[in-house]
């Protein structure tokens, strides 16, 4: 079983930065891919950027540039480092596990909203 506790989000005025933490406890898989997807007002839930054990990452078209998806192995943990904040990045962060060789795992997901 996998336990995510995200923290980090808040209130941020435009072009402004955040830095979102994940923190999992339980054991990671070195198959296990790490990210962060958001839901914002009225819409779905998307994928953000993810990042496995070795490093790759992926982004969303939408955030290429602004945000950057890293990891700690060893402390189980992912960050998403977000600069030049829009307003449509106003959204609910979920912290995300995908484990192959179990399940899905996510966070509670943490609030951030960017002011205009």
């Known amino acids: 079983q996998v336990q995510l506790v995200e923290s980090g989000g808040g209130l941020v005025p435009v072009g402004g930065s955040l830095r979102l933490s994940c923190a999992a406890s339980g054991s990671i898989f070195s198959t296990d891919v790490m990210g962060w997807y958001r839901q914002g007002p009225g819409k779905q839930r998307e994928l953000v950027a993810d990042i496995t054990t070795g490093g790759s990452t992926n982004y969303a078209d939408s955030v290429k540039g602004r945000f950057t998806i890293s990891r700690d192995n060893a402390k189980n943990t992912v960050y998403l480092q977000m600069n030049s904040l829009k307003p449509e990045d106003t959204a609910v962060y979920y912290c995300?596990?995908?484990?192959?060789?179990?399940?899905?795992?996510w966070g509670q997901g943490t609030q951030v909203t960017v002011s205009s």
């Open positions: 995300n596990v995908a484990s192959p060789l179990r399940s899905n795992y």
